[in-house]
Nanobody, 126 residues
Framework: QVQLVESGGGLVQAGGSLSLSCTASGRTFSNYDMGWYREAPGQEREFVAAISKTGGHTYYADSVKGRFTISRDNAKTTAYLQMNSLKPEDTAIYYC???????????????????WGQGTQVTVSS
C-alpha cells in the first residue's frame, strides 16, 4: 500500500514563494502519474496540477497556471510543487495523490487513487 507524505507548507506573505514536496513509499513511484490538490476552509478539494509518469507532460488549473510548477524526481520517489507569486486565495491544505491519466488532447483525463497524504498547510497573508 502506498504512503504519501507532504511537506514544505508554511506561512508566507503575498507575492512570496513556497516549495512543497510529496514523498512516496510502498510502491513503484514511477508507475503513477502524480497530482497536487488543495482544500480551502469551507470549500471542496480542488485540482491544482498533474504530472505524467516520466515528467514529460504537465497540466495546471487555470488559477495557478504561470505561477506554480509541478515536477518529480523518480529516483527520489518525490513530487514537487513550486509555488511563486502566492496570493491569499492560495491559502489551503495541499495534498498529493497518485493518478492514472491519459495524456492526449487538450487536457488529461484523470483517474484518482484513494492514496491521499495528510496534507500540508499553506497560508498566504495579505
Amino acid at each position: 500500500q502506498v504512503q504519501l507524505v507532504e511537506s514544505g507548507g508554511g506561512l508566507v506573505q503575498a507575492g512570496g514563494s513556497l516549495s512543497l514536496s510529496c514523498t512516496a513509499s510502498g510502491r513503484t513511484f514511477s508507475n503513477y502519474d502524480m497530482g497536487w490538490y488543495r482544500e480551502a476552509p469551507g470549500q471542496e478539494r480542488e485540482f491544482v496540477a498533474a504530472i505524467s509518469k516520466t515528467g514529460g507532460h504537465t497540466y495546471y488549473a487555470d488559477s495557478v497556471k504561470g505561477r506554480f510548477t509541478i515536477s518529480r524526481d523518480n529516483a527520489k520517489t518525490t513530487a514537487y510543487l513550486q509555488m511563486n507569486s502566492l496570493k491569499p486565495e492560495d491559502t489551503a491544505i495541499y495534498y498529493c495523490n497518485l493518478l492514472e491519466a491519459t495524456w492526449s488532447g487538450s487536457h488529461p483525463v484523470i483517474d484518482e487513487f484513494d492514496s491521499w497524504g495528510q496534507g500540508t498547510q499553506v497560508t498566504v497573508s495579505s
